[in-house]
């Protein structure tokens, strides 16, 4: 990427404005099944990690995925390591990534989440750190995202104990998510991002169709990929018309005219998830394709980035 | 074993497409991949028409092991099971497609010199393909190590619905292949497990190499088990990403937890599960 396309966001230099949704590419294992290319063509201009918790996880039983029209259907339930595991094991891995590491943590309480946000904050290879309030798959992080006032406690105990930017990660599953994000800036949130998975689920194949049964380990799951591509630009408008903080847009991007779109509507990043199960290296793509369309649009018609 | 694979998926041209009893058999130019190692997996999707199918899907690429690799051309054992297998299944000679890989790790060099135990593979319908691949690099082993060192050829035991689909036996080289059916059109009317149960009770000196549908694998593993025999199986499994990404592939193992299928297996050491998962 040429240095017109860089980005300024939140105090951190990136080469392009396509980054990773969270917990949708495991850096780690993809330097496993592919060398140091990985690292050489790296396809993001950030790495977010997948959700750190307190404790380790082993995530939720299978069946984890369902096919959907254009999407897919989750239900993974965060597995990781736990907070000295991701500290001790992964971070020296991440570390060696050639962009900024933004790590992703979620807490069920005040409380753990302030742990979490100090022992990643403290770590210089940690550029910035991203709130999951809103993962559908686990009950404990649904209900603080979903509304302003308890978005807005949680900021209010947890935003004094770092310095680096943080980054609040919204939940679709609200009845008005603009009101969340202005709850996150006003509590002194770096920036939000959004969507996450929309929640959906799936009837087990074959069972009686008038006693559905839900096919997935976890019950339910969270639905991503361009079927949820038109949601994410209606509640990215939404938010960007309430907030000024940045915005990282996310939902079904699968080429530079979704992400292109996304910024138009008002986010400043994009964020790439279910595409690059689909190719390893979408983001790479995308962020060639945003580029080429920036080059062929007007300087009036092409949205400030930074 | 583990080949990397080229970051990022490519786009390659179907070079000729054949019938093969009941199944199709694809084989495509891959010029720009490296040479697989037997059990690995590439991720697929037809360049055209990927999505637009009934129900509007397939949406996801699906994960198949190699059937055979050289001189830059792969081959791919498939069967119209769902809507992507059907779109796969379409392609002919000239028609393009996605492909990542090669994914995940194979089955295991075998233990060279005078003590290496006989290798029986077993498989079942369309889980043939990575024991074709396997059974070339055994018998290649052998031909440089001679008979005395590197043992006999391996034993395939394969079972198939019926003998329309069991024609894709001959897929299978460099191994002496006995075949099941469930109908008895040919062969031992019954399951191919009971071929290796009788196996090796004559002769439990053995590493038996399996892939094949879930229950077959399931009692592979526990005829091994219950044996004290070493297995490696090549396990099956829905996957969205095949490189670790996604994290919906996992399978229990005894130790605890989950491992992924794609980037820990596909080949396991039976000794790992508690049990091969249903689905």
Request: with cysteine; glycine share 12%; net charge negative.
């Amino acid at each position: 990427m040429g240095a017109h396309a860089a980005v300024d966001f939140c105090g951190l230099r990136l080469a392009h404005p396509i980054v990773n949704a969270s917990g949708t590419f495991d850096a780690i294992a993809a330097r496993r099944t592919f060398g140091d290319e990985l690292l050489d063509e790296f396809p993001f201009s950030a790495f977010v990690s997948k959700t750190i918790t307190l404790e380790p996880r082993d995530g939720n039983p299978p069946p984890r995925l369902w096919e959907t029209p254009a999407g897919l259907i989750n239900s993974i339930g965060l597995p990781n390591r736990g907070l000295t595991g991701y500290l001790e094991h992964d971070l020296p891995q991440l570390a060696q990534l050639p962009v900024p590491l933004i790590t992703n943590v979620m807490g069920s309480t005040a409380d753990d989440v302030g742990r979490l946000v100090e022992a990643t904050g403290e770590r210089a290879e940690i550029a910035a750190i991203e709130l999951n309030v809103s993962c559908p798959n686990v009950r404990t992080g649904l209900d603080v995202g979903a509304s302003a006032e308890s978005l807005a406690a949680l900021l209010h105990a947890v935003r004094p104990l770092t310095r680096k930017p943080l980054i609040v990660k919204l939940t679709p599953n609200t009845a008005d998510v603009a009101a969340v994000a202005v709850a996150a800036e006003a509590e002194g949130a770096d920036a939000v991002s959004l969507i996450n998975t929309l929640r959906a689920t799936a009837f087990e194949p074959g069972a009686d169709p008038w006693r559905p049964r839900p096919w997935l380990g976890g019950g339910g799951g969270g639905l991503s990929g361009p079927a949820i591509r038109a949601v994410a630009l209606a509640q990215v408008a939404a938010v960007a018309a309430r907030v000024s903080i940045p915005i990282v847009g996310m939902g079904g991007v699968a080429s530079g005219r979704h992400a292109r779109d996304l910024l138009g509507a008002g986010a400043a990043l994009i964020a790439v998830g279910t595409e690059s199960f689909r190719d390893p290296a979408a983001g790479a793509r995308i962020a060639a394709e945003l580029k080429s369309l920036q080059n062929a649009e007007t300087p009036a018609t092409c949205r400030k980035l930074a | 074993m583990r080949v990397t694979a080229p970051l990022g998926r490519r786009r390659v041209v179907v070079s000729a497409a054949d019938e093969v009893g009941a199944y199709r058999v694809l084989h495509v130019a891959d010029p720009d991949g490296p040479v697989p190692w037997p059990g690995q997996f590439y991720m697929l999707a037809a360049a055209e028409s990927w999505g637009g199918g009934h129900d509007e899907r397939p949406f996801l690429p699906r994960a198949l092991s190699f059937l055979r690799a050289a001189g830059g051309r792969l081959s791919f054992m498939l069967e119209d099971v769902g809507p992507g297998t059907r779109r796969l299944c379409e392609l002919a000679a000239g028609d393009e497609l996605w492909v990542t890989g090669p994914l995940g790790s194979g089955f295991e060099s075998p233990d060279a010199g005078p003590l290496a135990r006989r290798a029986i593979l077993v498989g079942g319908g369309v889980g043939i393909p990575p024991l074709a691949a396997w059974a070339d690099v055994l018998a290649a082993a052998r031909e440089l190590d001679g008979p005395a060192a590197g043992g006999e050829l391996p034993d395939a035991l394969l079972g198939f619905r019926d003998a329309q689909h069991a024609a894709a036996v001959r897929l299978l080289g460099g191994a002496k292949v006995r075949v099941a059916t469930d109908d008895g059109s040919i062969g031992h009317h019954g399951l191919v497990t009971e071929l290796l149960a009788a196996e090796l009770d004559a002769d439990d000196r053995a590493t038996v190499y399996a892939c094949g549908p879930p229950a077959m694998l399931e009692a592979v593993r526990a005829i091994c088990d219950e044996r004290a025999v070493g297995a490696q199986l090549a396990l099956e499994s829905v996957m969205a990403c095949g490189f670790g990404a996604c994290y919906g592939c996992v399978v229990a193992v005894r130790d605890g937890g989950y491992v992924r299928v794609c980037v820990d297996g596909p080949v396991l050491d039976a000794a790992r599960l508690e049990a091969v998962p249903a689905h």
